[in-house]
Nanobody, 124 residues
Framework: QVQLVESGGGLVQTGASLRLSCAASTRTFSMLTMAWFRQAPGKEREFVAA????????DFANSVKGRFTISRDNAKNTLYLQMNSLKPEDTAVYYC?????????????????WGQGTQVTVSS
């Protein structure tokens, strides 16, 4: 069983930065593909970024490329999402997800474990 707990969300102004963290309670964290998804009010949950367990592969949604960075510290069982140049359209609940599939995949259905989410609000 994998438990994921996100933190680091908050209310910021346009152009600001935030770093989200996701702490995983599993001994197999280093073998999992990890990702961030987000869900805005009235919209479906969408892919944001993913990183392979070897950290050799990353993938990003077009809407965040060049602004967001995904990273992981396997020694600390922690996933990160550095978000720069935030925009109001980035406002959403951000979820951490884990998968034992390679890729890294972008589809929600490929991820087996989810955190409870952390709210990010960007004011204009």
């Amino acid at each position: 069983q994998v438990q994921l707990v996100e933190s680091g969300g908050g209310l910021v102004q346009t152009g600001a930065s935030l770093r989200l963290s996701c702490a995983a309670s599993t001994r197999t964290f280093s073998m999992l593909t990890m990702a961030w998804f987000r869900q805005a009010p009235g919209k479906e949950r969408e892919f944001v970024a993913a990183i392979s367990w070897l950290m050799t592969d990353t993938d990003f949604a077009n809407s965040v490329k060049g602004r967001f960075t995904i990273s992981r510290d396997n020694a600390k069982n922690t996933l990160y999402l550095q978000m720069n140049s935030l925009k109001p359209e980035d406002t959403a609940v951000y979820y951490c997800a884990a998968s034992d599939r390679l890729g890294p995949p972008k589809a929600r259905e490929e991820y087996d474990y989810w955190g409870q989410g952390t709210q990010v609000t960007v004011s204009s």
